[in-house]
């Protein structure tokens, strides 16, 4: 049974791993943290609720533009006019006030309590066994979306001019500017697709749960903020690995009898790593590379 | 001068006006008696507090068409304590200052844990209403209307081992953040014991939990005849579907958390095997502790208002206390010859000393006092209808 409930926490991590990248994402090329992420997240729940009877696809592509012209809509209301270095306080906290926002027009739409989805009897809930434990479908579907919206997020960087522009402007707006490279359009793409994975994750953690919550934001997404830290600020492969531990660990607590401390577990890691490994896990994001220098 | 036909009509409209509202306004030659309800219309438990809304609501209308008291109507105030302690507080504090006559609530043992010892400490009359951790009650100036699990979980257990007799081993999971759900978890063990029960493990969870899904598991490797559990709604809808996907079907008992709320509404399938302490349901009240036609006069008036906000079918299971709170505190001003116009002083004071005088009330339920200030209700256990989405009796223990 220690098998499965390790495999069991894997699957968790996978969803961690998937709004981690999407955070780190944000940091790693703009070096600004977006507080509206979470709540972006929670919306993706609630995407569930309302393509809820449609086939899973038309919410996973509702889901993913959903997310993604959300994140056009915090870039331009948090970020577009906070570009100056000195700015990142007022920009974070300009994100964090249109993430409340998102969440009391949320809670104004569908109330403040949790919302079921219908349950079905389709192909996602089925079930099969692992070392005496049951899965559901839906959770190979958490884990094949995560290995392909982050793989695809890796040939996204490293394969297409998109992508090259990215990683210009992550290395410096200044020089990525007088190269000829629109910086604005650039941060708007890292928007639009950050946004969108936390959109997927928020889908995805819905059809998990059976639920959407407009709560979930909050618990959730803080825990990927401290995820992030753990992997390295910045750094993709970290935040895909902290998020897959993460899941482990508390999977593990409940074993050890320590489940009330399960949602402990990613702050007490995050203090250890920092502690052992200032720059986190690994560190060949802005923040590591800031300071090397 | 000459006056427009206009001008003639507009004061032949308001003479018409003053006259059809006289008898109102002779009603109000007194003014209102203040009260105030303290509950969570936003947060976590937002939807618990807008049926208790209506619920007390319901009841101060049903007392103001009949004269209001001693010739002065009932005024109510809500304010929302967004189920924390700290806005209770503030709630609370504001009240006392604002020459209101008593309070109602706030929900959760969290939240009365803190407001009941402050009532004392600022001589504010106020009457809990859903609290279920033991001891918390502070007497003589708070008294509590939903009995305790004290008395809650061992009755309500024993109604439980009656339908299932064959339960020889239990586990133990609860979310041991919240005070009245860790209060419940340490309970449970002794009443197991007491039981004769084997109790295999506990679980422990958090509030905060976005995943229990290992806590099915570590559950389900124990395999126990039946689990007890005590959650808040949410979690308690993440376990029911943790439990269901790892095909535990053993029977699970709860606390009255799960029986009021939307748990009902929201949980189908899942909840199958789930059953909760309770005393009534959307049907009828607990036969020789209910005023049946009473209770079926406000169920029919609360179903129509059913909605998202509240579930539908609402669920009414013991959200009448909120109705039974306006008749005591009413009975109390009417008996005492308290109106609008009484120094709040002098009406706390007497409230407080009839608190303590309290031995019996009948409103929609027939409650027994005790020393603590709690009221006694029997307690009993109800199996879901997950179909009709609503709470029952089981034959065995009606």
């Known amino acids: ?293 | 001068m000459r006056i427009s036909r206009r001008t003639i009509l507009a004061i032949g409209a308001c003479a018409l006006a003053a006259v059809a509202n006289g008898p109102a306004e002779a009603q109000q030659a007194k003014p209102p008696i203040k009260l105030a309800l303290i509950t969570p219309l936003t947060g976590p438990l937002g939807s618990y507090g807008k049926i208790q809304e209506i619920l007390v609501k319901l009841a101060v209308e049903d007392v103001n068409s009949k004269g209001g008291v001693n010739g002065s109507l009932l005024q109510l105030d809500v304010g929302d304590s967004q189920t924390d302690p700290g806005q209770a507080v503030v709630l609370f504090r504001r009240y006392a200052g604002g020459g209101y006559f008593g309070s109602i609530g706030p929900m959760t043992g969290t939240q009365w844990e803190t407001v009941s010892p402050l009532a004392n400490q600022i001589a504010m009359p106020s009457i809990a209403l859903n609290a279920i951790k033991p001891g918390i009650n502070v007497r003589p100036w708070t008294i509590r209307l939903q009995p305790p699990d004290d008395t809650q979980i061992p009755e309500g257990f024993k109604a439980f081992l009656k339908a299932f007799p064959n339960v020889k081993t239990v586990v133990i999971t609860a979310d041991v953040r919240e005070a009245s759900s860790k209060a419940a978890a340490d309970a449970f063990k002794t009443i197991a014991q007491d039981n004769g029960l084997q109790v295999l493990d506990t679980v422990e969870f958090s509030s905060k939990s976005t995943d229990l899904s290992s806590a099915a598991i570590q559950i389900k490797s124990r395999n126990p005849d039946a689990i007890m559990v005590s959650a808040f709604p949410a979690q308690g809808m993440l376990l029911a579907k943790e439990f269901h996907t790892q095909g535990i079907t053993a029977p699970v008992f709860n606390t009255s958390t799960l029986w009021s709320g939307p748990f009902i509404n929201m949980v189908g399938e899942y909840g199958r095997n789930w059953y909760v302490i309770g005393f009534s349901t959307n049907a009828d009240g607990m036969p020789g502790y209910t005023d049946q036609a009473l209770y079926q006069s406000i169920v029919s008036r609360v179903l129509e208002k059913g909605d998202q906000a509240i579930g539908v079918p609402p669920n009414l299971a013991n959200w009448s206390f909120g109705y039974d709170a306006i008749l005591l505190y009413a009975d109390i001003f009417r008996r005492n010859g308290i109106d609008g116009t009484s120094d709040p002083k002098k009406v706390r004071e007497t409230v407080k000393d009839e608190f303590s005088k309290l031995k019996e009330f009948v409103g929609v339920y027939r409650y027994k006092f005790r020393d603590t200030g709690d009221a006694y209700l029997p307690g009993n256990i109800l199996r879901p209808n997950v179909e009709k989405k609503v709470w029952e009796f089981m034959p065995e223990n009606k």
């Open chain 1, 1 to 293: 049974m220690l098998v499965g409930l390790l495999i069991n926490g894997l699957v968790s991590g996978a969803l961690y791993a998937l709004v981690a990248v999407g955070f780190t994402l944000v940091i790693g090329v703009l070096d600004k943290l977006n507080f509206a992420h979470p709540e972006v997240l929670m919306i993706g729940g609630f995407v569930a609720v309302v393509a809820s009877g449609l086939p899973p696809y038309y919410a996973f592509i509702a889901a993913f533009a959903t997310g993604g012209l959300l994140g056009l809509v915090v870039e331009f209301a948090a970020f577009r006019r906070f570009t100056d270095a000195d700015a990142k306080i007022t920009a974070g906290l300009a994100s964090m006030a249109v993430g409340l926002v998102l969440t009391d027009l949320t809670q104004k739409v569908f109330g403040t309590e949790s919302v079921s989805l219908p349950i079905g009897g389709g192909w996602l809930s089925r079930r099969f066994q692992i070392a005496g434990v049951e899965f559901l479908n839906v959770q190979i579907v958490i884990v094949l979306a995560t290995a392909i919206l982050t793989g695809g997020l890796h040939v996204l960087l490293q394969r297409t001019r998109v992508g090259r522009q990215i990683r210009a402007v992550a290395e410096s707006p200044v020089s990525a500017s007088l190269l000829g490279v629109n910086v604005l359009r650039v941060s708007q793409a890292v928007f639009f697709v950050s946004s969108a994975l936390a959109a997927e994750a928020g889908l995805l953690l819905a059809l998990r749960s059976g639920a959407a919550s407009s709560d979930i934001g909050l618990t959730f997404g803080l825990k990927a903020l401290a995820i992030m830290a753990i992997g390295g600020l910045g750094d993709l492969r970290g935040a895909m690995l902290g998020g897959l531990v993460i899941g482990v660990l508390e999977a593990f607590m409940f074993h050890l009898g320590l489940g009330r401390l399960s949602e402990l577990t990613v702050w007490l890691a995050m203090i250890v790593t920092l502690m052992v490994r200032p720059r986190g896990l690994f560190s060949s994001g802005t923040h590591g590379l800031e300071q090397r220098a």
